[in-house]
């Protein structure tokens, strides 16, 4: 069984704000509240609660039933006072009209939350998903009060 919530890659943060990055090649994503010019996403996080961040790319392994590696999102906020994870996949993109980023972005998604539900089926949390780009940084504005 793959552990989406194993420690090692796994931080958490209380503070209002907050964001995601993924600026070093092939190592996680991971959160902070620190260099925001480094954020690909913003979290904002009104009312500070505890929110813990699950790397998932280049962090869990992942493979499909051919034996392929399955594509993966970077990974998952867990937001449990709303009962919540929120699946992330960051796009460092210059212009969101070109390329075919968004379709790659879905399918990272829903490969990767496909095996979250395989390998987690009792997991009451709600679950959603969420694109980030340069252009569209924030998530969860008003969400966490």
């Known amino acids: 069984m793959v552990d989406f919530f194993a420690p090692n890659c796994a931080a958490s943060l209380s503070v209002s704000r907050f964001g995601i990055c993924d600026d070093r090649p092939h190592k996680p994503a991971y ?29 869990i392994t992942l493979n499909r039933p051919d034996g392929k590696p399955a594509k ?29 980023w968004k379709t790659e972005a879905i399918e990272q998604l829903e490969e990767t939350i496909a095996h979250f539900k395989q390998h987690h089926p009792n997991v009451s949390y709600r679950l959603r998903a969420h694109i980030g780009y340069p252009r569209k940084r924030q998530c969860g504005h008003g969400v966490y009060k």
């Open 31 to 59: 959160m902070t509240a620190e260099n925001a010019k480094n954020w690909l996403l913003e979290v904002v996080n009104q009312s500070a609660q505890t929110v813990d961040f699950h790397a998932v790319d280049h962090c």
């Open 72 to 100: 993966k999102c970077e990974g998952l906020l867990v937001v449990q006072a709303l009962n919540q994870l929120i699946f992330l996949e960051l796009k460092a993109i210059q212009n969101p009209k070109k390329g075919n």
